[in-house]
């Protein structure tokens, strides 16, 4: 059984910044790019990055460019989102998932965790 567990999230103030972490059990987490996705309160979930298997590539979405980075450490089957400069809009549930193709749309990734909650206060 595969499973991705969020956690890291909580109540930050604008300007602050916030880690998130992802791990991962049942696959063979270093074959699969991870990727993070959010979905604030009445809007569509978006994507927010992505990083291939090796870490070689990542992207990211314009709205959080200069500010996230993603990562990951294989060896610990895990993933993060370090989130610095935290805006209102990024109030929002944040979910990882993995994916054998980092490119792909998000109905194409393979697998979801169940998301942890980021709350921005300004």
């Known amino acids: 059984q595969v499973q991705l567990v969020e956690s890291g999230g909580g109540l930050v103030q604008a300007g602050g910044s916030l880690r998130l972490s992802c791990a991962a059990s049942g696959l063979t987490f270093s074959g699969y790019g991870m990727g993070w996705f959010r979905q604030a309160p009445g809007k569509e979930r978006e994507f927010v990055g992505a990083?291939?298997?090796?870490?070689?590539?990542?992207r990211y979405a314009d709205s959080v460019k200069g500010r996230f980075t993603i990562s990951r450490d294989n060896a610990k089957n895990t993933g993060y989102l370090q989130m610095n400069s935290l805006k209102s809009e990024d109030t929002a549930v944040y979910y990882c998932?993995?994916?054998?193709?980092?490119?792909?749309?998000?109905?194409?990734?393979?697998?979801w965790g169940k998301g942890t909650l980021v709350t921005v206060s300004s």
């Open positions: 998932a993995a994916t054998n193709n980092i490119y792909s749309a998000p109905s194409r990734w393979s697998y």
């Open positions: 990083i291939s298997w090796s870490g070689a590539s990542t």
